[in-house]
Nanobody
Framework: QVQLVESGGGLVQAGGSLRLSCATS????????MAWFRQAPGKERVFVAA???????TYADSVKGRFTISRDVANNTVYLQMNSLKPDDTAVYYC????????WGQGTQVTVSS
């Protein structure tokens, strides 16, 4: 069974940084676009960033210039480097493979204090 395992969440002050990791099997990693979504309390899950099979990236306007998505092919891992964090970034962050109807991780909590 294919799984996505996220890690790296936590509590950070505004202006700080965190790096999220999403580990997956090589079979999943090599065949699907990878993405991060987030869901704040009482709100819908929304797109954050994505990286394609050939490394092309897209970002939500709210995180452009602050977040960077990358993939480590050798380790079958996708990262989300988050800098200049704001309280509005507080959410559960989910790793995704293959789009909304694809595979989801269990989520990792990110809390940004003001």
């Amino acid at each position: 069974q294919v799984q996505l395992v996220e890690s790296g969440g936590g509590l950070v002050q505004a202006g700080g940084s965190l790096r999220l990791s999403c580990a997956t099997s090589g079979r999943t990693f090599g065949r699907r676009n990878m993405a991060w979504f987030r869901q704040a309390p009482g709100k819908e899950r929304v797109f954050v960033a994505a990286i394609g099979l050939f490394g092309g990236t897209t970002y939500a306007d709210s995180v452009k210039g602050r977040f960077t998505i990358s993939r480590d092919v050798a380790n079958n891992t996708v990262y989300l480097q988050m800098n200049s964090l704001k309280p509005d970034d507080t959410a559960v962050y989910y790793c995704n493979a293959g789009g909304p109807t694809g595979i989801w991780g269990q989520g990792t909590q990110v809390t940004v204090s003001s």
